[in-house]
Nanobody, 120 residues
């Protein structure tokens, strides 16, 4: 399984960015239990930003609620994070993840990370 991210970059505060993550090597899309995004800022621990489950439930860290939206395209095994009203504190490396499989075959996969920098 490989996760390929795109869409990071530099933006001014108040601007928007759209991150995408496409999973390959997964035989059946229904085997994806959930996909989402974590982020890690310098000197800080990695934190969950947003998650989208197979059933369509979403969860966001409080600091991004109302500004970020996670969505998916099942046919393309792609999850997207639309980030609006960006703030300097959103600056971090954003990592896509996928929770795939069940039982002993359940695994979590990670993308390589994409840098998001928000200037003040």
């Amino acid at each position: 399984v490989q996760l390929v991210e795109s869409g990071g970059g530099l933006v001014q505060a108040g601007g928007s960015l759209r991150l995408s993550c496409t999973a390959s090597g997964i035989m059946f899309s229904f085997s994806i239990n959930g996909m989402g995004w974590y982020r890690q800022a310098p000197g800080k621990e990695r934190e969950l930003v947003a998650i989208l489950t197979r059933g369509g439930s979403t969860n966001y860290v409080d600091s991004v609620k109302g500004r970020f939206t996670i969505s998916r395209d099942n046919a393309k095994s792609t999850v997207t994070l639309q980030m609006n009203s960006l703030k300097p504190e959103d600056t971090a490396v954003y990592y896509c993840y996928a929770d795939v499989g069940m039982g002993n075959s359940r695994n979590t996969y990670w993308g390589q990370g994409t840098q998001v920098t928000v200037s003040s």
